[in-house]
């Protein structure tokens, strides 16, 4: 989908600080940096954050390795689904958040 800013992070239409890759998943950086540790780890194909949260498979997995590399004293993993919880991306994501004890952030 071209109007799909992951799916050209995917097809490497769009530059990204790529963390991880492998047949089914892409790890990079999050432009945003609410937090020293700000990652996003989305399938390469395009699916929506229902279809990702009902087979999370690979993108569960690599999101946790990740996590617990870069953010060995905790992290968190969020996903916003639909508008009103302020989901900006079509394409199915997980955020992985940390590198500060995030009670502040709560």
């Excluded at 954050?49 to 690979?58: D, F, S, V």
Aim: with cysteine; charged share 25%.
């Amino acid at each position: 989908m071209q109007s799909c800013t992951f799916c050209r992070i995917v097809a490497r239409e769009e530059p990204a600080e790529i963390l991880y890759e492998d047949d089914e998943v892409l790890a990079f950086r999050n432009r945003l940096r609410w937090v020293p540790v700000m990652l996003l780890v989305v399938p390469k194909e395009h699916i929506s954050q229902e279809e990702l949260w009902r087979r999370l498979g690979r993108v569960g997995e690599v999101a946790v390795e990740l996590g617990s590399e870069h953010c060995p004293n905790g992290f968190r993993l969020l996903s916003n689904v639909g508008f009103d919880a302020m989901q900006s991306q079509s394409h199915g994501h997980v955020h992985v958040l940390g590198g500060i004890f995030l009670g502040e952030y709560a």
